[in-house]
């Protein structure tokens, strides 16, 4: 079962605009991550979030976790045409932590127009 | 780089037959994981390997199986293909032995007519 929900499933924007995507999840975790799929590859890890923090920033990515809403979201600004591409949440399962079973989201497709 | 493997790139089967996919991490990794993606279900977990032992297993029947060598390829193996196995296999290794940090290969797109 998807644990992990995002949306917009589709976000269509200018270059230079930011984009925002929503995640919900259903258990408890010790982490969130976030990874991006560009189209018909393996996924790239972006950002990893943990379950006592809040905020997390890299580069043109902010994204944040709210556990008592259970729900995450991750924010690209001024962003470029290569930032098309899929993008994921995944959680770890139950929070028993150290095991690579992810639960992903079926994922925003974000497109970037010139 | 993601340091994973995938072989091979693409693969077209008939229903019935069965595949094997392969996956090298690079040297020293010895945790993978396999997940299936697919448009309509997304991406689903299949299995965990670490030192060539099962750690965990998705919600697949039977005709999806996995083992890992002691070099640390693991392969995959669906028998009796069916339509519906057709999708995008991903491998992915672990950032040490944690598991908070998955490097993926580019994936065996499988097809079955």
């Known amino acids: 079962s998807q644990q992990g929900e995002e949306d917009p499933q589709a976000l269509s924007i200018q270059e230079g605009e930011n984009a925002t995507m929503n995640c919900s999840y259903k258990?408890?975790?010790?982490?969130l991550q976030w990874y991006r799929q560009n189209s018909g590859r393996g996924l790239v890890h972006l950002i990893l979030?943990?379950?006592?923090?809040r905020e997390k920033h890299s580069g043109r990515l902010r994204v944040t976790l709210d556990t008592s809403k259970k729900s995450s979201s991750l924010l690209i600004t001024a962003s470029r045409a290569a930032d098309t591409a899929s993008y994921f949440c995944?959680?770890?399962?139950?929070?028993?932590?150290?095991?690579?079973?992810?639960?992903f989201g079926k994922g925003t497709k974000l497109t970037v127009n010139p | 780089k993601a340091g994973v493997t995938q072989t091979p790139r693409y693969l077209i089967k008939t229903r019935g037959q069965q595949v094997t996919l392969s996956c090298s991490p690079i040297?020293?990794?010895?945790?993978v994981s396999w997940y299936q993606q697919t448009p309509g279900q997304g991406l689903q977990f299949l299995f965990e390997?670490?030192?060539?032992?099962?750690?965990n297993k998705g919600n697949f029947p039977g005709r999806f199986s996995g083992r890992q060598f002691s070099n640390s390829r693991s392969e995959m193996n669906v028998s009796t293909l069916e339509l519906g196995d057709s999708a995008l296999y991903l491998c992915?290794?672990?950032?040490?032995?944690?598991?908070?940090?998955?490097?993926f290969g580019s994936g065996t797109q499988l097809s079955v007519l």
């Open positions: 995944a959680t770890d399962e139950g929070g028993r932590g150290g095991s690579e079973k992810l639960v």
């Open positions: 258990t408890s975790i010790n982490n």
């Open positions: 979030i943990r379950s006592n923090e």
């Open positions: 040297s020293g990794h010895r945790s």
């Open positions: 390997y670490f030192s060539e032992t099962q750690r």
């Open positions: 992915a290794r672990g950032h040490g032995n944690r598991g908070e940090k998955l490097f």
